[in-house]
């Protein structure tokens, strides 16, 4: 997490290195084409050469460890991003199951009052009980009737 709090700073100041080192490099060349047209001007020291080249390698290093780190920690982003993927979904699925299991005890608990009351449901299961006993000798006069006639009919 630090590394993500401290890689825009990192980066600037990795590129404001760079900047100055391009500027450096430039003067170095500007100074070559000016020689080569034979105007003199004040060459850096070997020790300046050497120090620009020390600091473009030291950047040069720190650049690639900085990039490597950037991608490492985009690697670990992308990873927590699918981790709360997956835990949307699961989420998602809890909701779904709880609204399930609230619809089934809301029926439990509607079918549970019907049994409470013994009485009721006993005048129910007669009035059920006469009305099938009633369809059951309407269906066995149908079917005498239908004996007695003849078969041509």
Known sequence: RRYLEELPRTKSELEEEQSRLRS???????NIKERENGTEVEWPSKEEVEL?????AF???HLDANQGT????QQQKESRMDELARIDTLEERIKAE????????TTMR????????LSELQDSADV??????EMKEKCTKRIQLLDGLPENV
Request: cysteine-free.
């Open 24 to 30: 450096s490099i430039e003067a170095l060349r500007k």
């Open 52 to 56: 620009v080249k020390d600091e473009a």
């Open 59 to 61: 950047t040069g290093k």
């Open 70 to 73: 950037i991608t490492l920690l």
């Open 98 to 105: 709880i609204d399930e299991l609230e619809n089934r005890t």
């Open 110 to 117: 509607n079918e549970i009052e019907k049994y409470n009351d």
């Open 128 to 133: 059920t009980k006469d009305y099938l006993l």
